[in-house]
């Protein structure tokens, strides 16, 4: 047994590995639980003034309790297996979504080969998880549409604290500038879908789109597993 193996081990048997909805064990979460999180045919439209963001589509509503305790496992517990259910979660409302008939108009959205990013993390927090959460589930959604994953095209250029607790406008300050483009070739008249795990007021993505754009990104939406 390798170290890991071996920690995993113990790990294991102190937490022991159950569903977070019925206590089903070895699963972290189960696919009967998995399909009693409501996903939105058509998401409300995200009601915050977006300047560079073509737009921010959410597939559930953060509300449901079983859905916040995966988010919040995978997370704060640094359950990585998580991933799964969330890109799940995200895809299955992505296939919807994108050949229904309120979005089969959306030029920028039926574009067959968008670019996936995930939000980078700054590097203080990358360090304390482990993982980027929004890069796993980026990863496993690209590569279930064949859409290339550019998971390094943007970094954090500062180290942002953290956002909660701050307002709308404090939010959108506190991220300003705080973001770069590593190479300007990779998104140059592309359209760029933003992957996220959860959002909030809109302010980190927006100011993404805001350095994508000005960097010649074509469009710039924001794709998300949860709205809260
Ligand atoms: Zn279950």
């Known amino acids: 047994m390798t170290i890991k193996k071996t920690i995993d081990f113990i790990l294991t048997l102190i937490f022991p590995i159950e569903c977070l909805g019925c206590n089903k064990e070895d699963i972290y979460l189960c696919d009967e639980c998995l399909a009693k999180i409501k996903i939105y045919d058509q998401p ?6 977006l300047t560079h963001l073509n737009g921010i589509i959410y597939a559930t509503d953060y509300k449901q309790k079983l859905l916040q305790q995966i988010i919040h ?6 359950i990585k297996e998580l991933a799964e259910p969330l890109a799940k979660i995200l895809a299955e409302f992505w296939t919807n979504y994108i050949n229904s008939v309120e979005t089969r108009n959306c030029a920028s ?31 496993i959604f690209a590569s279930q549409f064949n859409y290339p994953l550019f998971s390094n095209a943007i970094i954090r250029s500062k180290n942002t604290p953290h956002q909660v607790g701050l307002n709308k406008k404090e939010r959108l300050t506190n991220v300003k500038n705080s973001f770069a483009i590593t190479d300007p070739e990779l998104i140059k008249d592309r359209i760029v879908i933003l992957i996220d795990d959860v959002v909030t007021t809109g302010s980190t993505l927006e100011e993404i789109a805001k350095t994508l754009k000005q960097a010649g990104a074509k469009d710039a939406w924001g794709l998300t597993v949860a709205k809260d």
Do not use: T
């Open 44 to 49: 409300p439209v995200f009601e915050h003034p």
């Open 73 to 78: 496992n995978f997370k704060f517990r640094y």
């Open 109 to 139: 959205l039926q574009n067959d080969k968008p670019i996936i990013i995930p939000v980078p993390l700054n590097k203080k927090r990358l360090l304390e998880r482990g993982f980027n959460q929004a890069e796993l589930i980026a990863k």
